[in-house]
T-cell receptor, first 111, second 115 residues
Framework: SQQGEEDPQALSIQEGENATMNCSYK?????LQWYRQNSGRGLVHLIL?????REKHSGRLRVTLDTSKKSSSLLITASRAADTASYFC???????????FGTGTRLQVTL | EPEVTQTPSHQVTQMGQEVILRCVPI?????FYWYRQILGQKVEFLVS????????KSEIFDDQFSVERPDGSNFTLKIRSTKLEDSAMYFC?????????????FGEGSRLTVL
């Protein structure tokens, strides 16, 4: 498997429920970032968590990072229909200037 | 709010033709990137650019690809002789700091269709 894999691949929930997406990676990292992509649009940065952080919050978003398990989770609380999108994790490592993106989770929030 | 702008939004070209995709990064950003996303697949890194030179490139970024910052505001990706497998959405991004330490700001993408 490749650096940065999310699960589930697809998630369907009702408005008001919480959505949890997971990301696993293989190598050591400097930071892990989560991005959102609406269908056919560009990626929008949501949150960045550094390798020495374990948890971070931003509004309805909560991100955790477990470097021992090489995994991260993104929790969206009280989801809304507007949260319908694909969510990608991306890792930055070492002195490399690139981000390595995961395979993404497609979230569908229904009314 | 400042944003990264890309043109064209969609380009259709014949195999073997040259294509130039243009980007205007956010003005005070120092690092520039091109990524691509083949339909339904993951976002893949192509190249990063800093201080008027390529910082890093992936194995996808072969001799058919080149980047340029010709006038201090535009950042272009050129594909010299397009192949069918170059069909993808190409995203330009920029950042204040290098992406392994900070967030990227992406444009809306240029969809390239090679026939």
């Amino acid at each position: 498997s490749q650096q940065g894999e999310e699960d589930p691949q697809a998630l369907s929930i009702q408005e008001g429920e919480n959505a949890t997406m997971n990301c696993s990676y293989k190598t050591s990292i400097n930071n892990l970032q989560w991005y959102r992509q609406n269908s056919g649009r560009g990626l929008v940065h949501l949150i960045l968590i550094r390798s020495n952080e374990r948890e971070k919050h931003s509004g309805r978003l909560r991100v955790t990072l477990d470097t021992s398990k090489k995994s991260s989770s993104l929790l969206i609380t009280a989801s809304r229909a507007a949260d319908t999108a694909s969510y990608f994790c991306a890792t930055g490592r070492g002195t490399a200037s690139k981000l390595t993106f995961g395979t993404g989770t497609r979230l569908q929030v229904t009314l | 709010e400042p944003e990264v702008t890309q043109t064209p939004s969609h380009q259709v070209t014949q195999m073997g033709q040259e294509v130039i995709l243009r980007c205007v990064p956010i003005s005070n950003h120092l690092y520039f990137y091109w990524y691509r996303q083949i339909l339904g697949q993951k976002v893949e890194f192509l190249v990063s650019f800093y201080n008027n030179e390529i910082s890093e490139k992936s194995e996808i970024f072969d001799d058919q690809f080149s980047v340029e910052r010709p006038d201090g505001s535009n950042f272009t990706l050129k594909i010299r002789s397009t192949k069918l497998e170059d069909s993808a959405m190409y995203f330009c991004a920029s950042s204040v700091v290098i992406s392994n330490t900070g967030e990227l700001f992406f444009g809306e993408g240029s969809r390239l269709t090679v026939l």
